[in-house]
Nanobody, 123 residues
Framework: QVQLVESGGGLVQAGGSLRLSCEVS????????MGWFRQAPGKDREFVAA?????????STYYADSVKGRFTISRDKNTAYLQMNSLKPEDTAVYYC???????????????WGQGTQVTVSS
């Protein structure tokens, strides 16, 4: 059974940085896509970033427009990372990592999810 565990969330001032980690256990996921989503109170879960693998192109990264240039997704073996710089109060949310056989910006296409980690950005 696949298990995803996020860590690295916390409280930070606007303009600060955080690095989230997502450790996957239960099986190898070298060729799975990994994604980060977030959900603020009263809002739908939204796509943040993803790293996708194909046999033809290797790894590719994708970002929501709202985080492009500020966030960076990466992975190393069974751990995915989300480096978040220049954080804004509107980045406040619970951040979730997920795995999928095929990248999509829609959360329903992702198979396994972590429990989430809270990120709070104060103004």
């Amino acid at each position: 059974q696949v298990q995803l565990v996020e860590s690295g969330g916390g409280l930070v001032q606007a303009g600060g940085s955080l690095r989230l980690s997502c450790e996957v256990s239960g099986r190898s996921f070298n060729r799975d896509d990994m994604g980060w989503f977030r959900q603020a109170p009263g809002k739908d879960r939204e796509f943040v970033a993803a790293i996708s693998w194909t046999i033809w192109t290797g790894y590719s990264t994708y970002y929501a427009d709202s985080v492009k240039g500020r966030f960076t997704i990466s992975r190393d073996k069974n751990t995915a990372y989300l480096q978040m710089n220049s954080l804004k109060p509107e980045d406040t949310a619970v951040y979730y990592c997920a795995t999928s056989k095929k990248y999509s910006r829609g959360p329903n296409e992702w198979d396994s999810w972590g429990q989430g980690t809270q990120v709070t950005v104060s103004s």
